[in-house]
C-alpha cells in the first residue's frame, strides 16, 4: 500500500470515529490531524459526512458546512450554527436549481500551523444545479486546493500542508461560538427588488436645493419694499394734486 493511500486511509477512519462518536475518555493527549472537516446540518447540529464531498449531493434547503481544526477522535464542527434561513432567507428560489447554505469556518489560530490568525467564518447561498455535488457547491464560493484527493486548502487557506499529523494534541472542551459573514449569494440569476426607500409621514417634503438662499425672506423684503413704493406714489399724487 503507498504512503497515498495509508493517509487517506487513516483520515477516512479518523471521519468514521468522528461520526460514530467514539470520543477518548481518558484525559491523556492523543495524536491527530490537521485538516479541513467536512459537515451536515440537521436537526439542529452539526454531523462529519460519512462520504466524501464528491460523492455527496446535497438537497434543496440542505446546509453544508467545513471546518479546519485540529482534530482527533473528538468532532471540531463549525463553530456557527448552519441555519438555512439567516444564509439563503433573502435569496429567492429559482425553477430547475436548488439552494444550499454554505458554511466555511477556517478555525482558531491554535489551529493553524504557523499560528497566524485564519480567515473569518463566512455564510454563503449557493444556488446551482440539483445534481451538484457537496465539491462543485464548495467550489462555486471559493478556490480550493486538492492534493491526493484530499481538501487541503479553501480559499488559499492555509497557505501549505495538508492533512498533516500532530502529535499530542490538546482539544478544547468546546469551541467559542463565532458569528457568520453572510456574503452575497452565488450562482442566483434573480434580479434583488429594489429596497425601499422608509418614510416619515410627519416629515415635511425636502425643499429644492438653491444653495442656501432664503428665498422666504427675500419675497417679504420685496413685498415691503412694493408697499413702501406704493404708498409712496400715493403720498406725491396728493401733493402734486393739492
Known sequence: MTAKWTKRLVLTLLAGLLFAGTAATTAQAEDGYRFWGYYQYSGGQWAFAQKGSEVVVPADGSVEGWRYAVG???????????????????????????RVALVIDPGTPADSASGEAPPPATGTCVVTDPKATGAKILAAVKPVRIEKGLTCAI?????????????????????????????????????????????????????????????????????????????GLVLSRRRSGS
Not at 210 to 216: L, V
Open 155 to 231: 480559499g488559499g487557506y492555509p497557505a501549505k500542508g495538508c492533512g498533516d499529523p500532530v502529535k499530542d494534541i490538546k482539544v478544547p472542551a468546546t469551541d467559542e461560538p463565532v458569528k457568520l459573514e453572510i456574503g452575497p449569494a452565488v450562482g442566483s440569476t434573480a434580479t434583488p427588488s429594489p429596497a425601499a426607500v422608509p418614510t416619515n409621514s410627519n416629515q415635511p417634503p425636502a425643499a429644492d436645493d438653491d444653495g442656501g438662499t432664503p428665498w422666504t425672506g427675500i419675497v417679504i423684503a420685496a413685498l415691503v419694499v412694493a408697499l413702501l413704493a406704493g404708498g
Open 72 to 98: 482527533g477522535t473528538k468532532p471540531r464542527v463549525p463553530r456557527a450554527a448552519g441555519d438555512f434561513a439567516t444564509i439563503c432567507g433573502a435569496t429567492p428560489a429559482e425553477a430547475g436549481k436548488k
